[in-house]
T-cell receptor
Framework: GAGVSQTPSNKVTEKGKYVELRCDPISGHTALYWYRQSLGQGPEFLIYFQGTGAADDSGLPNDRFFAVRPEGSVSTLKIQRTERGDSAVYLC?????????????FGNGTRLTVT | QQQVKQSPQSLIVQKGGISIINCAYENTAFDYFPWYQQFPGKGPALLIAIRPDVSEKKEGRFTISFNKSAKQFSLHIMDSQPGDSATYFCAASKVPVSRLTFGEGTQLTVNP
């Protein structure tokens, strides 16, 4: 079956540019999560959606980062005025609700490189 | 209070051996403890998970041991195989899961 799909798989951008990263969750999954993984580190929480609303955005590092999920399915992570420190793999995950019996399913990520 | 500390950072075992990875957490409100396996270029995939009302959970060659009083849990991989070579992450969360807190990861290499 179809898993979590993230596009693009790789994105190279120049410092100061704007980027959008897309996540297509598993069909029917109401919960959607964005994480950031730097080289050699564990994933770091960014934001969690339950349906259309951002239930917890406390992991977003600053106001250059923003995410939307307007119809409760596809989500877009938006990064303004990119900095070299934003270079990382951005992972998206989804789950049926977030219950114990509905684990997080991760996509393969978007590798963002800011030059 | 949100940290999860994982050790060792890297581990090399021989085929057929036992791989043991340890994690410790601080937040006593956590009540969901999954382990994820990640191959290069792929996202993490759930391997096995435990809740604190049990002390051990086994699925095939993978076992989680949980010590609530010590706030520690570990992953044991029995009969380790070269195909198990990957990075393993422990994590912790409250339920319902709004945010997983991950450990730093353990790079496991199983030599043939």
């Amino acid at each position: 079956g179809a898993g979590v799909s993230q596009t693009p798989s790789n994105k190279v951008t120049e410092k100061g540019k704007y980027v959008e990263l897309r996540c297509d969750p598993i069909s029917g999954h109401t919960a959607l999560y964005w994480y950031r993984q730097s080289l050699g580190q564990g994933p770091e929480f960014l934001i969690y959606f339950q349906g259309t609303g951002a239930a917890d955005d406390s992991g977003l590092p600053n106001d250059r980062f923003f995410a939307v999920r307007p119809e409760g399915s596809v989500s877009t992570l938006k990064i303004q005025r990119t900095e070299r420190g934003d270079s990382a793999v951005y992972l998206c995950a989804s789950s049926l609700y977030g219950s114990y019996n509905s684990p997080l399913h991760f996509g393969n990520g978007t590798r963002l490189t800011v030059t | 209070q949100q940290q999860v500390k994982q050790s060792p950072q890297s581990l090399i075992v021989q085929k057929g051996g036992i791989s043991i990875i340890n994690c410790a957490y601080e937040n006593t409100a956590f009540d969901y403890f999954p382990w994820y396996q990640q191959f290069p270029g792929k996202g993490p995939a759930l391997l096995i998970a435990i809740r604190p009302d049990v002390s051990e959970k086994k699925e095939g060659r993978f076992t989680i041991s949980f010590n609530k009083s010590a706030k520690q849990f570990s992953l044991h991989i029995m009969d380790s195989q070269p195909g198990d070579s990957a990075t393993y992450f422990c994590a912790a969360s409250k339920v319902p899961v709004s945010r997983l807190t991950f450990g730093e990861g353990t790079q496991l290499t199983v030599n043939p």
